[in-house]
């Protein structure tokens, strides 16, 4: 049991769910064309969208008011709602919209030959993310007071994705078109391999620009606040005095404290309006079933992650405050090559 005498509502989270909270909803619309192209050859145009309207988030619905022109209260103190600190919301202010061009090229398998071509132009936008997305700087939650300025591009929006697939099976051995007399050794060294690759090119990630206030422009104890930009906040390549330098600290700033003017913490710069660099990777595979007996086949697999050892960034730092803004410290997995073998009976 919670003892009352030993917990105090200004040191404490109070949660809060309205009476009224009515039930999210999301709505899903498509239309599709397909088209047979011949000699194996089928396209696909879609255009696909859906709607997510009253989605909970979270907010502080006792957020601080602003320091007035010369005072410095403490966020407690400045409170609506006395006797309580942080009083966290759920409430169904929350909406996602997503819009895409959807198209597929794909030359159905035939000879021992496929290709698959799928590409990917859409926008997606919420004001908040949810709380396993929120990289890049973003938050899943948000400021109640100044909650209609949170519309922005979604966390995980990547306009541009391409995926390309070939599978090849190659046309050597018992039953194809070369070396279908093979002696028995040959075909089992040069028979019956397939080999895959998938090249994958995808958008960045959204970058959500922020900073630390001081103490006197804090307004809660939760969630991120957006910084000011006053030029392109990306560097150029030609000025970055290093590759992994992407972001300009001369061109986002954290808001000044003046204590002459209202404490505003809230910077000019909207949500999620900067793209990480964008990813490209191409995998490959390589498979072969050997038929030791005719009960036990032996099959070989070979797979190469990022074949071509490709620096994939991943995105930088977004505060402001800290001394390693504009800075990106890692990247998505190097190289990586797996070989397996599985005895079939």
Do not use: C
């Amino acid at each position: 049991m919670l003892s009352p005498a030993l917990t105090s509502t200004l040191s404490s989270r109070t949660n809060f769910i309205p009476a009224d909270t009515r039930t999210g909803y999301v709505m899903n619309w498509h239309f599709t064309v397909q088209r047979d192209l011949g000699k194996g050859f089928v396209m696909d145009v879609a255009y696909v969208g859906n709607r997510a309207n009253k989605l909970v988030v979270l907010s502080d619905y006792n957020e601080a008011r602003f320091n007035n022109a010369g005072e410095n209260a403490t966020i407690n103190a400045r409170r609506p709602i006395t006797g309580f600190g942080q009083i966290q919301i759920a409430a169904p202010i929350g909406f996602s919209n997503y819009n895409a061009l959807q198209a597929k090229l794909e030359r159905r398998f035939t000879n021992g030959l496929l290709f698959l071509n799928t590409f990917v132009w859409s926008k997606a936008l919420d004001n908040a993310s949810g709380h396993l997305e929120t990289s890049g700087g973003d938050d899943s939650r948000i400021s109640w007071t100044q909650r209609g300025s949170y519309k922005g591009v979604s966390g995980y929006n990547q306009p541009f994705n391409n995926t390309f697939t070939v599978v090849w099976e190659l046309p050597y051995g018992k039953g194809k078109r070369f070396g279908s007399s093979a002696p028995y050794v040959l075909d089992a060294l040069l028979g019956g391999w397939n080999v895959s690759q998938t090249t994958t090119a995808n958008s960045g990630l959204p970058v959500n620009l922020i900073y630390s206030p001081v103490a006197r422009l804090q307004v809660g104890t939760v969630g991120n606040i957006r910084a000011n930009v006053i030029g392109d906040p990306v560097l150029a390549e030609s000025a970055r005095p290093i590759r992994e330098l992407y972001l300009n600290r001369d061109t986002v700033q954290e808001v000044a404290n003046n204590t002459a003017v209202v404490g505003n913490p809230y910077g000019n710069v909207g949500r999620n309006t900067v793209q990480a660099p964008g990813y490209f990777s191409t995998d490959l595979g390589v498979h072969k079933r050997f038929a030791l007996t005719e009960r036990f086949k032996l099959e070989f697999r070979g797979e190469f992650f990022n074949l071509f050892n490709r620096t994939n960034l991943l995105a930088p730092d977004s505060n402001r405050s800290s001394a390693s803004f504009g800075l990106i410290s890692g990247t998505f997995p190097p190289r990586q090559a797996q070989f397996a073998l599985k005895l079939l009976f």
